[in-house]
């Protein structure tokens, strides 16, 4: 593999699955997760640690969690809405929790149940829990709705870098900032990503991007201009936001790297074997919609030449 430049971070397991009708074995994520590894993915948001009876999905989450755990060159993330969940994070022994709380006051009233600023309140009860661990555990931050949000509009780019000062304060060890519901364009994420990075200084700032409106990659590199050298990303472009009309997916994992990769930013990911998982997975979701234009048009050979120069 090529030394990595970009960091791609898959979510198809966490993010990807929340909404899909068909639940997946823990053995079909683990499988799953092992191949992602084995194709250069080894950075994975494998689960969450949500109530099953709101994300029946996710209900083995401690038996997913321990297994990816245990797969060589894997650096499993788990994602946690809340100090219970973080909890039971920490207790299965995750060395990488992600939190996440809404820009939007209004879209955090009804993706969690409570106002931002209580989320706020509860992150701090989590970074002190971690505190106390006898062991090394990354606390990651997320920011959703950084761009707007369809049941408020507008999201003032003032509450976001609050947001990020506030969580960086409080042990936040990484920043995410996440367009939940695909209504950044480019101008709008460069100008926001710099302040972003401005003010984290030292600490990794991530970006999570939707395609609802299809400017995904075209935001991917509007971050990337600013600095930006970690993505989220969803095999076939699976997941959504419930509180979103009409939402289509993540930025899909496969033309990202393509993305990427073609214009000689390596990200370590091998593009066939990614097409490859994505079959399997396909089969296993029958009737969810994948997306992505290098499953439907294939690799152009001139990459390929390229590839096999460069090798």
Known sequence: MNQREVQIREVGLRDGLQMVRTILSSEQKLAWCERLVDAGVTDIEVTSFVPPKIAPQFADAVEVATGALAIDGLHAAALVPNLKGAQRAFDVGMHQVHYVLSASNEHNLKNVRRSTDESVEDFVRIAAA???????????????????????????????????????????????????????????????????????????????????????????????????????????????????????????????????????????????????????????????????????????ATFAQREAVAA
């Open 130 to 300: 971690r505190d106390e661990l006898d062991r090394e555990v990354t606390l990651g931050a997320g920011v959703a709705t950084a761009f707007g949000c369809t049941i408020a509009g507008k999201v003032e780019e003032s509450i976001v870098l609050g947001l990020v000062e506030t969580l960086i304060e409080a042990g936040a060890q990484e920043i995410t900032i996440a367009d939940t519901v695909g209504y950044a364009n480019p101008a709008q994420v460069r100008a926001l990503m710099r302040r972003v990075l401005a003010l984290a200084g030292t600490v990794p700032v991530a970006c999570h991007f939707h395609d609802t409106r299809g400017l995904g990659l075209a935001n991917v590199m509007a971050a990337l201009d600013a600095g930006v050298r970690a993505f989220d990303a969803s095999l076939g472009g699976l997941g959504g936001c419930p509180f979103a009309p009409n939402a289509t997916g993540n930025i899909n994992t496969e033309d990202t790297v393509f993305m990427l990769e073609a214009q000689g930013v390596r990200t370590g990911i091998d593009i066939g074997r990614l097409l490859a998982i994505r079959e399997t997975v396909a089969a296993w979701l029958p009737g969810e919609p994948f997306t992505g234009a290098i499953a439907r048009a294939g690799l152009p």
